[in-house]
């Protein structure tokens, strides 16, 4: 089956995604900057060609989702494989905080901080 990209981005599933990113990070108490989609218009047919950005105050990255990931979120055949993928990523961010000692919500307000202090 093919898709249009656009369409399927801009589909409930992708939107459910999207805000199951926001909640999870609200529950860990990350502080998103913003979540979005990229075509992978380099990566072969077949193989996951959407990637959703996931900008934190504490890092950035991508996850890479096939159309029938993004397809099948919104009517639960692929929601908890998904939820899995996203949720590893976020934890990857409260890791990396906590790995300095710091709760991310403090580190994040710290980070601001630090980059108007110069100016």
Known sequence: MTYDH???EQSAGAQ???AYCYDVSQAL???LRAVWWRWLYTAPAGSPRHGLSIEATVGSSD???TCADIEGYATGQTTDAVNATIRTKLDG???KVRFLGQNPKIW???LESAKT???
């Open 6 to 8: 656009l369409d399927l």
């Open 29 to 31: 108490g990350l502080e």
């Open 93 to 95: 961010f409260c890791r």
């Open 108 to 110: 994040c307000q710290e």
């Open 16 to 18: 459910q995604i999207q």
């Open 63 to 65: 996850c890479r989702l």
């Open 117 to 119: 202090w110069g100016s």
